[in-house]
């Protein structure tokens, strides 16, 4: 049964078929609600929203063909109840360009204070770019499938954006994340977001290979930076900041980066490369201070635990490479996780390519660590770990093969004091990044046979600041979003 009708406020034309809302227009209840609460709403033309507050409610796509402007300092806040996401479909497109002095906010529409992880969706990106299972639905329940040929697809501009407590946990194991990318194009423009109290990971990529710069991953649920099914987009100045009380059932990461889910050796391979990353996590000083342990009595969610069915478990490495991923990092920083890097051999080829040198993590200083390396998922022990026919076995004689690969990189340095580091906060977020003068950060970087067009290799410094004065953060973004009143 069909049934068309016209909304009292004169809204465009919807029609209504089997829970599912077709429209050219986005806007309801006389301009101030983007969609109308059902869980497929498909938007299929072209509109602006211009800049003001607008309550976003239950799924609305970005159709293919559709084309959504949003103007510089609009804030989109997302809906608990129908569980809000805003979905760019491939072949759709979104204009969300804001600016440095009128980012665009999408956030909880809970008021000041009682704002959690998990409020509403998230922001959804998808394209026609490589992915190596050649299309798939993207993670977090929505109908979308992306994935295609087109490395050079473009999706839109999403610059100078906030989303904050996003990451709805739809169902077990299928949240959805604060910014998810499913097969985005490197012809699509993504610099300036920072992704706040996301209750699963922060940033994610399915395949694509899509570039980008100047993200901030702060106080996130699961991993800060997930890469999977091929992505081989290049990313650079990146921050990230952990809450020590929160951290996922599946450990938390830095970068948690597979080829794909059973570690097969299909291409294209998640191969991306990533520089002047900055990774501040649960263990640094100041937070060993206030009493953080690595255990479920402290990591218990805080005042942020959002009581939705989503777990909370333990934090583990600042970089986890595994399931044949050839993830390269370079001139990065890394501060206070309970294990260095985990080159992980369970599944997949990972540790053979790191040994055959595809793998490159190089001019990469980590401190204040627990343990430098491990070479298995939730081991948190120093040890040699070998693989054979899924079984591991250890060597309680030797160190871990991650670790050795660690100290053998070129330019790769540990300190066991990150106060050696000489870092302070500029941005009222609690924790020390931004490096002072004298700095052993400061002109210790290399980009020696990094083959990239989009990195900047004229930067000189390790991590994503080149010093006090550095102002790519100024003006759009905010370490206090639960007490800020939209």
Known sequence: MKIRKKTE??????????????????????????GNGYQNYIFTG????????????????????????????????????????????????????GTASEPIVMTSAQPAGQRKPGDWGGLIICGKAKHNNGTDQIEGGPRTVHGGSDDEDNSGIFQYIRVEFAGYPFETDKEINGITFGSVGRGTTIDHLQVSYSNDDSFEWFGGSVN?????????????????NGFSGHVQFCLSIRDPKIADQSQSNGFESDNCADGGLVSPYTNPVFSNVTFIGPGTNKNRAAGYVNDADYINGGEMYPNNGSGLGKFQAAMQIRRSSQLACYNSVAIGYPIGLIIDGERGN?????????????????ANMDVLGSDANKKYEDVLGVYENGTITYDETQESFSSTFFKSQTGNKYYEDEDDLLLTDKYNTGQNYIPQT?????????????????????????????????????????????????
């Open 212 to 228: 980008c710069k100047y993200l901030i991953a702060y106080n996130g649920w699961d991993d800060e930076f997930d890469t999977d």
């Open 438 to 486: 004298g700095s052993p950060l400061l002109g210790a970087a290399s980009f020696t046979g990094v083959n990239s067009t989009f990195l900047n290799t004229s930067v000189t410094y390790i991590g994503a600041f080149s010093g006090p004065d550095d102002t790519w953060m100024d003006g759009w973004t905010n370490f206090d979003p639960q007490n800020t009143v939209y």
């Open 46 to 97: 072209k509109e602006t929203l211009k800049k003001g507050t607008y309550l976003l409610k239950g799924w609305v796509y970005v159709a293919d063909g559709a084309e959504l402007t949003i103007e510089p300092g609009t804030i989109i806040k997302g809906d608990k109840q129908t569980k809000a996401a805003l979905i760019i479909e491939p072949g759709g497109k979104a204009i969300m360009q």
């Open 350 to 366: 990972s540790v053979g390519f790191a040994k055959d040198g595809t793998i490159k993590l190089q001019n990469i200083i980590f």
């Open 9 to 34: 406020d004169g809204d465009p034309e919807v029609t209504i078929k089997e829970g599912h809302a077709y429209s050219e227009g986005l806007l309801f209840n006389n301009g101030s609600e983007i």
